[in-house]
């Protein structure tokens, strides 16, 4: 096994692994605030019933939402084999890169955007197999999309990471960043 990075927060790292553990056993998506999405329903902790945020109405998939689905197909081209936290990480990048400034102002552009003539995400400049729409990966990649860009309340699982790398390339760009953790078979940076 090779050797794992963990978040220098100690607590940070607590409160990610109660809230992937508590997903995956409860059913429960992490999600919104203070709020959790259970088979589909919105409630409160205290179990009062709300209505979904308008944020998660606007993000429908539709083939006029062009930055959901640019987020979805990033997240299933680069991590269609990864868990849910693997997936959440990936689109916490794109997310991290629009906030900055520093890239390009939409996350289509994010995604697409070239650094000295090279695809920042390798999917997107690589010949790619056409998307299985009834797959679980994909459906997971739409899911964590929805999420990401209804943020209220996700916690950042990356701390703020811009860059990541899979755990068998050593690429010399690594070595100017901080290296923040790493998420199944990929390595964060910030």
Known sequence: ??????????????????MVLGAILANVEPLVGKHARVKS????LNTTPLTPPTALRHYELTPENKELRCLSE????EASTQSYAGKLAVGEVVMNRLKSHR????????ISERSNDVCQFSWFCKPRKSINKNSASWKDSQKVATQLLAKGGVIDITQGAIAYH????????????????QIDQQIFYR
């Open 1 to 18: 096994m090779g050797k794992r990075y963990f978040p220098s927060n100690p607590k940070f790292a607590i409160a990610v692994w109660f």
């Open 41 to 44: 329903e919105f409630v409160s």
């Open 74 to 77: 990033n997240i299933y081209y």
């Open 103 to 110: 890239y390009a102002s939409t996350i289509c552009g994010v």
């Open 166 to 181: 899979a755990t068998y390339v050593n690429p010399s760009w690594s070595k100017h960043l901080r290296l923040v953790t």
